[in-house]
């Protein structure tokens, strides 16, 4: 694709050439309220995490907290190893999308591109495991992880996070909408499976293992149950276990819950929108077709 | 491309590498047993325990300062010492010290009762011991998927009798009996209320499982400014709800803003107040419900009217409204904890709470009134040229200086003795605008239909999980929450009162020293003692239903009732129709219960047949027959 | 593709998929069989685990028939009902992923570096220059000292909690609105500035931070009388009382009653001509597919504006906060009702008017309804009393409902609890991952496709039927799939933080642990609640994929 050619697509959206300017006008209006409306709760929610803990109740009818404790912040990290429970929760959920990225590419490409027997019963399977409920799988999949060794460990939580029958449902479904022509003609060209995986479908499925990448990564991050009855040590402990601390039978510390929380969200927010670069990318290379 | 797979992969091995080795090693366990080993060293009193003769040296004060000196040493230096201490005692003895994990709730008090645990062991055994928590404080799901893959906490907490029979009828309790005999730890030693929390009466034979750790009530906290104000009489023994709603119709008239109301009362729950009545959830055996009764109509209807014919008590909505920051975990529901916030803002005069409530009222009084006034003192002293600047007694000034610095200004820091002098100077210079910035509280009994007191009390217990290999050490914990150490320090830190009867009776009040600050005497009021001892009750509890299902069906039926759907004699009757028609499912679907329930009854079960009826009917039989 | 042999494929295959299926079958299959098999035990934490070892009892298809029919289908059906009910919400939020994503995807922002740095400083000046605008508007002017005096009691009037001077207060309020200025401000400056990665950014931002937090937060946004919900929500309910307040209560049923058969109608009308075109292969399953979709989404808004408008009258008819009436107007009153109830004229004239004295909105409807048929006379009696007594005390200072038409009291109402839920789960998913997958998916549609489609004069609505929807159909049968499980199986964090399960708002998740975990420890019956839920879930699915594999071989 030439300059002139991808600065043309530029100008153009989905539906296909440059909308009117009072469209566009529209459409930016209503992104803004909508913006709002997404906003104002985390507005609100910086300003609980600034009050002091007597003048949370006082908000709503003053608008601003009478005296402004930024130092909140700073007591998170005091009275919880809060460093320590960040390093866990990115390291953890990094692996564990590190690895499921991995294994679910490879199974998609299995389930999408190559005929085997039994293929669509295997899928049908995946699909199957699905349907059932987590609430119960929670004792044989403790009792599985225990007798593994992987109790009171990092592995416990990485280890199962690695496999998703959903991350491969969601790959397969992407990797369908590639044209089989490419790889068809790569294979023809006479190139092995492993190639066309590595050169053809990675980098044509790049928005799908990107998507992919988010969901796990703030899935993991954000996972909560599992860690908590996994987990013994302190030392160990993710950040949503770990902000439950201010939220005890000897009562709940919502600025500083609120305070925790919003800077639990930094590294979620620098993944979205480091990946979402490659996200637009994707969106480029999708155009180009080959 | 494959440069930055490799620099990823790189990348990672090393954050892998960092995180087995810097983040997930616990280093400060070892730090807590030297800790201990300083306690023991300052008191001086048992000596030949290997390794605390070098610790004097190590450390280099002499003892009666080696605790305080380890913890103000700065991160190397006290690295360094436990260093030099580990090689000292034998290299390995510190690491391959036992360690029992305790899965308690996350009260910030926990580290402090470790570390009596570490220091009392090492007293009284003379070898060391580490304990860690787990806090699991949402609930007991976790515990439970431990226990039964075989990885559970050495030591469970659990909370009221129907807990204790489900972990002792899943084989997760280790039965304590004859240990609890030979070492002095047994049922005789606490709160009657207690013991069903405990122990589990087996045809008149009776098996301890667990100890106290503390016992959970309420009583009723109330503004003594309040009622001066107003006139009234404090209120300081037992009472009944009619002479309460006559005080509370006077306090939520505001004088300072008149058409503007207070709340009178918050918390006071229909379900006591039925109880104490007179109602009863079940009949003695626990075979059938009789809910249904004039007495919880009776209480039903007080409790609808104060919150819609007297307007002293906030309706639900009300109370969501009110409840904001203030506490409570989702358990309790914010209602119950955000009351003591807006108690100390004045906004109810009234409110039921447990003793445990102190340090949210102490810090208020101490941010408001007190650190103020002494600070301001503390200037007039500095300036001493008015009248009345002159120190009252020599070194008035540092010893309110001391009194701000032992106040602190954590939470934690309101539960560390203070010393008498210190309470006594501040209690002097308080003025009558500090006094009104205090919170002052009296504690009295919580009002009855009947005026007679009555409150249900249960025990947090801890147990020995029976698979644990350090059962051994499990037990000798139980024996140590029967000590004095134990209970005096949950005492002294208002967590609520211990289970131990002895150690609550004492001249100088449940505490005894440190004092509570200026306000809040109360908080040491014989009331508590009353309360716990001759009011007390543990939860009724049926065989032939759960406590979670009963909370289900009854909690629906509270809600409509708060929300006026339903009138106060709807709810009794439905109360008891619901809980009778789930026993009678719960007989129907589970043979071995039916027939424990046949042997107790003496009748066969009639599916279909209301329960109430068939009980009564057997037990006409019953007395026609004797 | 089909290379080489059946075997030498079969091997390929294997080994792509090996990493994933030892996993899969250790951590996902195994739980899932061993599941299964409880669910036809009587497995009980409380009888067999590692220390009380009774043998497991088989009790075949027990717990299923206890579940569907037995002695727990009242709860089982009551809170599979609360399930359905919350996943209203579900295609809501995915007819709002999909048109943010076309909004997202539709470039009104300027393109060029040089014009979106033009247009974003001249954004910030304007915002800079409002917020100026707006402190100097709303910063109080008056003297401290004197303001203190004026306003303290003002303040504690209000609150009751706290002693801040008036002029402090007005400072307050000064803060936020400039706050609220520069937040507008800064959305639209950092809109102009950076373009779709802003907005995409804001609206994913509740994804990250989904959790215990989230739920806590709305938890106190969601509260009566100082949530920010209803702060905003009140204002525009006091407005509409103040224009329609004098509307009767029968005209909002029957406001909600039209409301309602409109909607019907309307999606009777969409149903049929979709079926038409369908006949005449005018357009295929997919177009029909995309039909069903809007009408569900229009069926699911209309009944919602229809409920609303027929709750109304309800609350109106309750209005508190009055002024506090006396023992002996009480005492009258009593008086009064019983004159009603006999019937005498003259009598219920007098009393009608002492009632409007201590009760002026509600009593002269309820009244009219009243004296009518003299045999409900009883039963209306009780209403009124009720509503006289609630007019019995004055509010717990700013805490209490006000007066005419009152915001909904979100968590802790039966009513609204579970509205609330969606309310929250759908702006929790709008922006989430659905719209992620709908933009992914939206960038891998060739714009070829678009080029042809305008050749040929399609316009913007055509080309979305012609080439978004069929192009976005995988990622749109991905996402039915996906959130019809999320939404039956899910729920369970948000009612044990938010409600607590109260205000009717169990759900099967929360009922599958409080059967597990909470009450005896019941793992086998809760083994077999999960799999009645399996159930229901593979027919919603086959279902859909039927219609999906239909849908993108369209």
Known sequence: MSKQQLAASEQLDVVGRKPFPLVRALVFVGLVLLGITFVLPFVWQVLISVSSLTDVDLLTQLGYPPDLKPENYGEVFEKVEFARYFFNSIFIAGWATLLQVITCAMAAYAFARLSWPGRDKVFFLYLGTLMVPGVVLMVPNFVIVLRLGMFNDYLGLIIPAAFSAYGTFLLRQFMLTVPSSLDEAAAIDGASHWRIFTQIMLPMARPGLIVLAIFAFLFNYNSFFWPLILIKDDNLRTLPIGLMAFDSTYGRDTPLIMAGSLMAMIPPIIVFLVLQKYLVKGIQLGAVKG | MRWIILGMLAFWGALTAFAYLVVAPDTSAREDLVRAYADVADRGGVTNIPGIEQLPQIIGVEPGELLATFDTMNGTDRAAAVERFSSSIGPGVLESIPTLVWSTDDNPARDAQCHLFRVWHLETYGEPIDIVTDPSNRDITKTVVQCVAGAGPDLIESYGPEQLQQLVAAGVAKDVTEAANARNFGVDRVFPTAVPSMAIDRSGQVRQYAFPCNIGYTVLFYHRDLFQEAGLPEPTGPWSVAEMLEAARVLSQNPDSPGRRRVGIMNLGAWDMALAAGASFFNEDGTASLYNSPEAIEAFRAFQDMMYVERVMPTPAEAASMAASGGANMNMGAEAASASALFASKVTAMYVGGRWEYVATASRNRERALVPAARRRIAEIARGTEEGDAERFPGEAEVLQAAIESMGNDNSDLLRPMPRNQIEALRAILTDADRDRLIDIGVTHIPTMTGTPWYAANARVAMVNRASPRAEYGERFLEFLASAAYNEQINETFDSICGVVEYCIDEDGISGPPDPLPGLEAFDSQIFVDAALLYANPDQVSPFIGRARQGVLAGEVMEWLQSRLVSPAEAAKMVEDRLNKQISANLEGDDQLRATWESIVGVEFRPGVNLREQVEAAQARVGGAS | ?554
């Open chain 3, 1 to 554: 593709m089909k290379v080489g042999s059946v075997r030498r494929r079969t091997l390929i295959a294997l080994a792509f998929l090996l990493p994933n299926l030892l996993g899969f079958l250790i951590f996902t299959a195994g739980p899932i069989v061993f599941s299964l098999y409880m669910s036809l035990t009587d497995w009980s934490l409380t009888k067999h685990n590692q220390f009380s070892d009774q043998p497991l009892q088989f009790v075949g298809f027990d717990n299923y028939a206890k579940i569907l029919w037995g002695s727990e289908s009242e709860f089982f059906w009551d809170y599979f009902e609360n399930t359905l009910f919350l996943m209203i919400g579900i295609p809501i939020s995915i007819a709002g992923s999909l048109v943010l994503a076309i909004m997202l995807s539709t470039k009104c922002t300027p393109t060029r570096l040089g014009s979106r740095l033009k247009s974003a400083l001249i954004a910030g000046g304007v915002t800079v220059l409002a917020c100026l605008g707006a402190w100097l508007v709303t910063t109080p002017t008056m003297d401290p000292a004197f303001a203190d005096e004026a306003a303290r009691a003002v303040m504690s009037d209000e609150t009751g909690l706290t002693d801040l001077s008036g002029f402090q207060v007005a400072t307050l309020r000064s803060h936020a609105a400039i706050l609220a200025v520069a937040v507008l401000g800064g959305l639209i400056t950092f809109g102009l500035g950076i373009g779709q990665v802003f907005f995409r950014t804001v609206f994913y931002l509740p994804t990250l931070l989904a959790g215990v937090a989230m739920f806590l937060l709305w938890k106190t946004l969601y509260r009566p009388k100082g949530g920010l919900v209803n702060a905003v929500l009140q204002p525009v309910l006091d407005t509409l009382d103040a224009t329609v307040g004098a509307v009767p209560p029968f005209m909002w049923y029957a406001l909600g009653v039209v409301i309602w058969l409109i909607t019907l109608a309307l999606c009777v009308k969409l149903v049929l001509v979709g079926l038409d075109r369908l006949k005449h292969n005018e357009a295929g399953i997919a177009a029909f597919c995309a039909r069903l979709g809007i009408v569900a989404t229009l069926g699911a808004t209309g009944w919602f504006v229809g409920y609303w408008s027929a709750q109304l009258p309800e609350r109106a008819l309750l209005p508190t906060g009055l002024a506090p009436i006396t023992a002996a107007q009480l005492d009258s009153v009593s008086t009064d009702l019983q004159a009603l109830a006999s019937g005498d004229a003259s009598l219920i004239a007098g009393a009608i008017e002492e009632l409007k004295a201590i009760a002026p909105v509600p009593v002269e409807q309820t009244v009219e309804s009243l004296v009518k048929p003299a045999t409900v006379a009883g039963v209306e009696l009780a209403s009124l009393s009720q509503a006289v007594e609630s007019n019995a005390g004055a509010s717990f200072d700013g805490y209490t409902a006000g007066e005419g038409l009152q915001a909904p009291e979100w968590l802790i109402s039966a009513t609204w609890a579970k509205t609330a839920l969606i309310v929250m789960g759908v702006w929790l998913g709008i922006g989430g991952g659905n719209m992620l997958l709908y933009l992914a998916g939206l960038s891998n549609i060739p714009p070829e496709l678009y080029e042809a489609a305008s050749i040929d004069g399609a316009s913007g609505w055509q080309q979305f039927i012609h080439v978004t929807w069929p192009q976005l159909a995988p990622t749109t049968f991905f996402i039915v799939i996906m959130s019809t499980i999320g939404g039956l199986q899910g729920g369970f964090e948000q009612v044990m933080i938010m409600t607590q399960g109260k205000a009717d708002t169990r759900v099967l998740a929360y009922y599958q642990y409080e059967l597990a975990f909470t009450d005896q420890f019941q793992l086998g019956l809760a083994s077999a609640v999960g799999w009645v839920m399996t159930g229901f879930i593979f027919v919603l699915t086959a279902v859909n994929f039927r219609l999906g594999s239909q849908l993108t071989n369209d």
